[in-house]
């Protein structure tokens, strides 16, 4: 998959740098330079995105949702020099799968197979930077789904129901949730899935919906008795719904995901199956159960601490250490439930010392020119197309990026995606660095010296240049605003809200091509006020450098490509920022 972190750009030959070292992006883990682990006495980031499931080519809803939206915390998040990791992969087992290789005529696995390698191609294209994309279909998911049901189990969290279910006599089975359509009892959709309304939102079972229908035959199903596991969820709401109350403040959650999360608590929570009639799936690893499997959203959310275990055999240091790390999640709307109240449950309920969830984020959906995507309509873009419309990936994140539904639902609108390309990031961001390396020929590419007396505090009286020009409150006001968005811009990044990280990063780009304008960059400037146009040039060059560690969460190709410019190393955000000179007059670009 794509690396976490930006290339080292190679120094050219006679191109010496002149940087200062301790503002450099720590890219690699000194203690195990192998395997990232959680460190004593640091800042540990475990960032996961909702697993997506492995049946369909994911569209750029589903990208900015998830992936791409936890990519960019990722990659925020190790700008400032915190210890973090990406973990990811596709969800395998349940009904869908089954379905999905019924109808395309093969073997589950080979299903998995297949669509697996097609998402990792997706992502790849994308630039989104996994330290691990593995998947759920493996002994390790097995194993952990396992040892938590039955600790579940053990201790008396669990019993056993009878209930009736759908069965198909045509099919000689009975039928899982997502093998049944019908209308929905909450809203009447006549559409509805046997587990959920796509309309409503609704968790449903199949048995509840009116009018069933078998997916696999369309014959009508009857009722038959079937033993599950349930699990006592409601037993373990007032530990759950106490631990959300502390974490969604303290872990500064996005507001849809507090919401979505209380009203679940004030319906109240009910007992569920644990168990499915598959083949496809975790064994229910209890005797007399020997043809079931553990219910997919149960199992789906352990994929994360198994897709670690197969990244480390340490995978426990991330996953129980809820002292040293802290664990963020991505996801959809839709997925919310699952990740706040069903999952913590469980590992609550198996009185291990997990690592919990400290801050979700969630997002709106992404609509695709007023409407819905639709594979099956071939309608809106998928990421396996994506590549074949000639278009840089980094253009792609910017845009999606940009009108990231964080808060309401927005829209894909191809002529607002060629305008933000052409009067933003052009115009913006790629006339500011364009503008300075090409004035830097006339001093053959080595940063000039600092004008001398001339100083970048904001805290003490600034000299006027050597010619008499007031331009010590010019310097004063660029460095007071740079630093006033660099904090504006951490304070929106760090709960999440990367559409206006990404909106500040470019108001800093913006700043940079307004000191140009104030200074009068230009041939006279550089012949005749020589002193004011070096000290220009240095905050200028400087201001780009510091722009790489904003630019790179949201499009790691660009800011690669910037320091390969400058001729510099990755670097993290400037420290309490404060805006300094850290390539250095002599330093070669």
Known sequence: ????????????????????????????????????????????????????????????????????????????????????????????????????????????????????????????????????????????????????????????????????????????????????????????????????????????????????????????????????????????????????????????????????????????????????????????????????????????????????????????????????????????????????????SCLIGTKDKWTLLHHINTAEYLQYEGGKFSKSRNIGVFGDKAKDIGVSPSVWRYYLLSTRPESSDSQFVWHDFVTRNNSELLKNLGNFVNRIMTFMKKYEGRLPTLPKGTMLRTDAPLPTTGDGTPFGDLVAKFVADVNAILAKYTEFMDVGKMRAGLMTMMELSARGNLLLSDAGLDNTLFSEHRPKCDAVILLATNLIWALTALVHPFMPATSDDMLVQLNAPPRALPKDHAFALDLLPGHMV
């Open 1 to 344: 998959m794509a690396a976490p972190f930006p290339r080292v750009p190679a120094q050219p030959e006679g191109h010496e740098r002149h940087v200062r070292e301790s503002v450099l992006m720590k890219v690699t883990n000194e203690s195990h330079p192998d395997k990232i682990l959680p460190r004593d006495n640091e800042e540990n980031v475990l960032v996961t995105s909702a697993l997506p499931y492995v049946n369909n080519v994911p569209h750029l809803g589903n990208i900015i949702g998830s992936t791409l939206s936890a990519d960019v915390y990722a990659r925020y998040s190790r700008t400032q020099n915190r210890n973090t990791l990406y973990i990811c992969g596709t969800d395998e087992y349940g009904t869908a799968t089954e379905t999905k290789a019924l109808e395309e005529g093969v073997s589950p696995q080979a299903l998995c197979d297949k669509y697996h390698a097609l998402h990792a191609q997706v992502y790849e294209w994308f630039q989104i930077g996994f330290d691990y994309f593995g998947r759920t279909s493996t002994p390790k998911q097995t194993e952990i789904a396992q040892d938590i049901f039955l600790k579940l189990y053990d201790n008396k969290y669990l019993e056993e129901h009878t209930m009736r279910q759908l069965y198909c006599g045509t099919c000689e089975r009975f039928l899982a949730d997502r093998y049944v359509n019908g209308i929905c009892p909450k809203c009447d959709y006549d559409d509805a899935r046997g587990d959920q309304c796509d309309k409503c939102g609704q968790l449903l079972d199949a048995i509840e919906l009116k009018e069933p229908k078998c997916k696999l035959c369309k014959g009508t199903p009857e009722e038959r008795e079937s033993k599950h596991m349930f699990l006592r969820i409601d037993t373990l709401q007032p530990q759950t719904e106490a631990w959300v109350s502390e974490m969604s403040k303290k872990g500064h959650w996005s507001s849809n995901g507090t919401f979505i999360t209380e009203s679940w608590f004030k319906e109240g929570l009910r007992p569920f199956s644990l168990s499915r009639d598959l083949k496809w799936g975790v064994p229910v690893p209890l005797k007399g159960y020997e043809d079931k499997v553990l219910y997919v959203w149960f199992d789906a959310p352990i994929g994360y601490p198994s897709i670690t275990a197969n990244y480390t055999s340490d995978w426990e240091k991330w996953w129980k250490n809820p002292e040293q790390v802290r664990l963020f999640q991505f996801m959809g709307k839709d997925n919310v439930r699952f990740h706040t109240v069903i999952f913590p």
